[in-house]
């Protein structure tokens, strides 16, 4: 059933820069949910996003998927003999109605997609059960992936290739997100079209939260100015 989930204010991110991710999407060739961080990054989506999409979403043939539920846990009610809230996983309906949408699929994640879904085929008749075939992250025995244990793997590849940064904080699943949206800024691409790829409802939340730039991207602006001044003989001397 489709639940409606907390409210709460998003927090700014940290990007990832170019050499950083070259490191841990190296190291996430080898891992179990290599193709579920490339996805996220890929595609900007958030975790729950990501963690209930189904086959049925993506049109491989196309390039196009359809994103709108999150896999969520959701905080139970208070156990009076243990004192313990038993928590559930839920599919939780979008924000926002410009949440659910259809998005364009680059062409490596949609190699990466196909792979996968051959990969997880073969896993499937070789496991005594298969609990969901269609979803398209699962655990070995074809469950959803609990939010939590995906942070958890996602902390241990960051470790593994040493990646964390100057005020000691985790970069989390979630700046992968972040990632995307000053990439594409970096790339050029207009703030309008970054807000619909990522389906804020409001532009300034765009342009607050996830473009904030980059040193590289502060850079490349700085050089574009310089062959801009540099037409000006005394300037360039």
Request: hydrophobic share 40%; charged share 30%.
């Amino acid at each position: 059933m489709l639940v409606e989930p907390p409210s709460g204010k998003s927090r700014r991110g940290t990007a990832l820069t170019s050499e950083e991710a070259d490191r841990l999407f190296a190291a996430a060739h080898s891992h179990r949910w290599g193709v579920l961080w490339l996805t996220i990054l890929g595609l900007g989506l958030r975790r729950g996003e990501a963690l209930s999409l189904r086959w049925e979403d993506i049109d491989l043939d196309n390039a196009v998927i359809k994103v709108g539920p999150s896999l969520q846990r959701l905080r139970g009610e208070l156990d009076q003999e243990t004192g313990r809230r038993r928590g559930r996983l839920a599919v939780v309906r979008a924000k926002t109605e410009g949440s659910d949408a259809k998005l364009a699929v680059p062409r490596a994640v949609v190699t990466l997609l196909r792979q996968h879904k051959v990969d997880q085929a073969a896993e499937r008749l070789a496991a005594k059960v298969w609990a969901d075939p269609g979803l398209v992250f699962t655990t070995s025995v074809g469950t959803p992936i609990e939010p939590r244990n995906a942070n958890r793997a996602w902390n241990a590849l960051c470790d593994e290739v040493s990646i964390t940064r100057p005020d000691g904080k985790r970069v989390r699943i979630h700046d992968l997100r972040h990632t995307a949206a000053t990439w594409l800024h970096g790339e050029g691409v207009d703030m309008k079209t970054i807000q619909g790829t990522l389906r804020h409802s409001r532009l300034a939340t765009t342009s607050e939260i996830y473009t904030h730039l980059t040193e590289e991207v502060q850079r490349r602006a700085a050089d574009s100015m310089d062959g801009a001044l540099s037409r000006f003989g005394r300037l360039a001397q």
